[in-house]
């Protein structure tokens, strides 16, 4: 699974470790993920990809699975790489969970796309 994804069996140990997934186990004691934990792992996988260091997504994961209100999960937001910085997009907000600082989104594409008419 680690290599259908792209990531070490390392890497998803790690997670699992951490708390972020929520495996359960399969005969010979290995691990098997939901749909969420998918989501989750290749949200992880885009990150490094974009050169955010594995300390801070798991510094941002930790934050904001804690702030998270009850019943959610980390899979339902979407978090992109702002730079070496991990931002949520959530109903219309943007956040740093590391932080909790908001962010203005200043992206001018959808402004572009409204004027272009």
């Known amino acids: 699974m680690a290599r259908l994804l792209g990531l070490s069996p390392r890497q998803v140990r790690s997670l699992a470790r951490g708390g972020f997934l ?7 004691n290995t691990y098997r993920f939901s749909f969420p934990d998918l989501v ?6 885009s990150l490094g990809d974009a050169k955010v ?19 959610r999960q980390l899979s339902e937001v979407r978090l992109v790489a702002d730079g ?6 959530d ?7 590391e932080s ?8 001018v594409g959808q402004l572009a796309t409204r004027a272009a008419p």
């Open 22 to 28: 929520r495996p359960s186990r399969g005969p010979r």
């Open 40 to 45: 989750l792992l290749r949200t992880a996988k």
């Open 53 to 71: 260091p594995a300390r801070r997504v798991r510094r941002a994961l930790r934050e904001l699975a804690r702030t998270l209100p009850r019943g």
């Open 84 to 89: 070496k910085r991990v931002v949520v997009h």
């Open 91 to 97: 109903q219309n907000r943007l956040w740093q969970p």
């Open 100 to 107: 909790g600082q908001l962010l203005f989104d200043l992206s």
